[in-house]
């Protein structure tokens, strides 16, 4: 073992309760650690990904969802690191058929969500299975490694800034870097990164050096520092088997010029002769076989979350207590990313003998409880339902003993009644008269409650109407960006033939120029200038074709702008599509709520008709019906309350598609401008085409000039040939 590193070998209590009320086994999670809390998120079960949000209180060993869907897409194989001591910062991931590139913050003291804009060069990049973690050095920078996307395992090293959200690419200065994976580990100690194991093109070691004999090559294991001197390493998966055990990679200095042994492996086994068979110490001695699991080291203990289980190696009694306490996929295929290059190979390593055990705590809900937030029902407690419901239990239970007293006392009773049936029928009528007062009441409640669920679908049928002139308008600004589109083709068609022009008029230059050398040495100075006018109009040539590349890649830039602004306000479409069928869901739930008032008047009536036989038992009914009709009215406040809650909602709706409908104004605005900067573009076109035509024109004069100089010269060699002829011999 490490020094300092004390690890206790008896087994800690587990929570093992009957059953899993809500809370799945999945793989492919996060486990974030805050505090004396961990926070885990999405992951998935065969072809089925979550997106739920779990807070598990290692104090209270209780389990409580705080988000039964969160704002994004459900994933797994994202990274999920705590930065500032409040904020987890969610990056990548994937489903079966999308990989994501976006980043989401949570706040864990406000329980809110927050999904940032970053800039940089890997902003909306795709990626999955990658490792990332606080910088060692910088307090506010995320440092992300390896992972897959774009048909490629990955190798580089990125950094986050949080304050600035502004990606930076980190390039080594020496030494061999890591090849391209995926599915590894990413562990920090002071200011050094361990990275072990993953999935790839190539699983080689190379540096640090290490001592020991190394653990089998795997993939989708879980990894944890314990004491800052020690990385213990579980499971994982090894071509088709997955592993159990658990290996300690103690940090023996850090890597340095002056240490030459920085890091020692040693296998943390089981003794299987210290182990009694059916033991209740079994069930904590350690999970079976499992991958894509999550591992949070607090304290002197491991919490072990979720994976997919089987296909261990370890002794058979701990591998039958592994497998009841096993909270893993259940008999799930394990899809292992998007690529496989993992070849089956047959899992054999040594297990050190007499080596310490390590407490592993198997994360089970203990009691899970789902707090009222507003991600689930705003604004409802259920106290008064609650207090409802035991009253009325407690009405059922008494009702019974009541009416088998009512034989035994029936002769009493019938002489009570025949002196007291004046007084019986006077109270009778008074009680009435309350009940119908009651009941009008609350007939004025319901009525209430059914206009404003009228009132209320008038403001959904605004919003829709609202959402299908967004949805007119958005269509319309993907028209127009084809159509620049197609004009920006048309323009590029045309400067390609302006080349193929200029190209054409070089050629022809070049073939002048041989003439005028054949003709004679007299030419030279025509030569020289026809020279001169070649290098001018191939420097305008060149600006030309400059000027033309760098307006196509402005024009390009500006459309894929306008594709980003399109594409958000489609995201924020979908937003508010999703808070509407929220708001649907809400008054579905008040017209059941009113239904069940209905009913509850209608139980009124009956137990009225019932009350009628005796004073005794209507005057323990009139006092249940005051406690129902409290109960009744507690339930009236809290339907108002949601009423107020969604009320609020419409107008924030409302509020966000004005904000989307000035987002479309300043979209057009934008083409606009775009579609102003094209015809300017055109009118230096035809401006270039003028300059053209211009030296054209240059060109033909200089070709009549060579002509009019060849004849000359013909005429002058004939003179000279005739003066030869018939001059003096």
């Known amino acids: 073992m490490a020094e300092g590193l004390e690890l206790d070998t008896t087994p800690p209590p587990v929570s093992m309760p009957d059953g899993h009320r809500g809370f799945k086994g999945r793989a492919g999670h996060t486990a974030t650690l805050v505090n004396s809390k961990v926070y885990v998120l999405g992951g998935r079960n065969g072809n089925e990904f979550y997106n739920d949000f779990w807070q598990y209180d290692i104090e209270l060993s209780k389990w409580t969802l705080l988000h039964k869907h969160t704002p994004f897409e459900p994933r797994a194989y994202h990274t ?56 060692p050095v910088h307090p506010k920078a995320i440092l992300v490694y390896g992972g897959y996307g774009g048909d490629q395992w ?25 090849s391209g994976r995926g599915y590894h580990t990413f562990t920090a100690f002071g200011d050094h990164i361990v990275l072990f194991g993953g999935k790839g093109e190539v699983n080689v070691w190379t540096t640090p050096r290490v001592k020991g004999v190394p653990p089998l090559p795997r993939s989708n294991h879980a990894a944890a520092l314990v004491d800052d001197n020690a990385i213990v390493i579980h499971g994982g998966r090894n071509g088709g088997q997955r592993l159990d055990d658990i290996c300690l990679l103690k940090i023996l200095c850090p890597p340095q010029p002056g240490c030459v042994d920085s890091f020692e492996w040693e296998v943390i086994g089981q003794d299987k002769e210290k182990v009694p068979k059916k033991s209740k110490a079994t069930k904590a001695l350690g999970p079976g ?13 491991l919490y072990l979350i979720g994976g997919y289980g089987g296909g261990g190696s370890r002794p058979r009694v701990n591998k039958k207590a592994a497998r009841r306490s096993l909270d893993s996929v259940p008999d799930s295929p394990e899809d292992e990313g998007w690529r496989r290059t993992k070849q089956p190979r047959r899992a054999s390593h040594p297990i050190a003998n007499g080596a310490h055990s390590v407490p592993i705590h198997i994360l089970e809900s203990d009691d899970i409880s789902t707090p009222d937030t507003s991600c689930d029902r705003p604004g409802v407690t259920g106290v ?7 009253q009325k239990r407690t009405v059922n239970v008494a009702r019974p003993h009541v009416q088998s007293n009512v034989g035994a006392d029936q002769m009493a009773r019938a002489e009570a009644l025949g002196n007291l049936q004046g007084r019986t029928e006077a109270i009778t009528a008074h009680e009435n008269e309350l009940h119908r007062k009651e009941l009008a009441s609350m007939q004025q409640v319901v009525d209430s409650l059914r206009a404003e669920l009228h009132g209320k679908n008038l403001l959904e049928s605004e919003l829709r109407s609202g959402k299908a002139a967004l949805e ?20 590029q068609s045309k400067m390609e033939k302006l080349k193929s022009d200029a190209q054409d008029l070089v050629f022809q230059l070049d073939d002048k120029k041989k003439e005028v ?9 025509s030569e020289l200038k026809v020279d001169d006018l070649s290098r001018s109009l191939q420097q305008m040539t060149n600006s030309c074709s400059t000027t ?18 399109v594409e958000r306000l489609t995201n924020e479409l979908e937003v508010a599509q999703t808070s509407s069928r929220a708001l649907q869901d809400t008054v579905d739930r008040l017209v059941k709520r009113a239904e069940r008032d209905s009913s509850k008047i209608d139980d009124l009536q009956k137990e009225q008709g019932e009350l009628k036989n005796d004073i005794t038992v209507l005057t323990s009914e009139r006092d249940q019906l005051i406690a129902k009709k409290d109960g009744a009215e507690a339930s009236a406040e809290l339907v ?56 054209r024109s240059l060109l033909k004069e200089i070709e009549d000039f060579e002509t009019n100089q060849a004849r000359n010269l013909q005429k002058h060699a004939e003179k000279l040939r005739c003066a030869r002829q018939f001059g003096p011999s």
């Not at 050398?517 to 100075?525: A, P």
Request: proline share 1%.
């Open 80 to 135: 999920a690191t705590l930065m500032s001591g409040n904020q987890i910062w969610v990056i990548g991931g994937s489903d079966h058929s999308i990989m994501y590139g976006d980043v989401h913050v949570f706040n864990t003291e406000t329980l809110e969500w927050s999904s940032p804009e970053t800039r940089g060069h890997l902003a909306g990049k795709l990626r999955g299975t990658h490792a990332a973690l606080p910088h």
């Open 154 to 178: 990955l190798g580089d090293m990125s950094i986050l800034r949080t304050d600035s959200l502004v990606w930076e690419e980190l390039k080594c200065k020496d030494g061999l870097a890591p």
């Open 289 to 301: 076989g499992r991958s894509a699991h999550t591992i949070v080291a607090k304290d002197e203990s």
């Open 384 to 390: 008064a339902l609650e207090d409802y419901h035991r």
């Open 472 to 491: 007119q308008n958005i269509l319309l600004l993907r028209k127009q960006i084809e159509e620049g589109n197609r004009t920006i083709m048309e323009q």
């Open 517 to 525: 050398f054949e003709v004679t040495h007299k030419l030279k100075i």
């Open 548 to 565: 033309t590349q760098e307006l196509n890649i402005c024009q390009q830039r500006e459309i894929a702008e306008r594709r980003s602004v």
């Open 640 to 695: 108002r309350e949601e009423l107020r809650v969604a009320r609020n909602l419409v107008e924030r709706n409302v509020v966000e598609i004005d904000r989307l409908k000035d987002n479309a104004d300043q979209a057009k605005e934008h083409i606009g401008c775009l579609h102003v900067s094209v015809k300017k573009n055109e009118e230096e076109l035809k401006a270039l085409a003028e300059e053209n035509s211009k030296l």
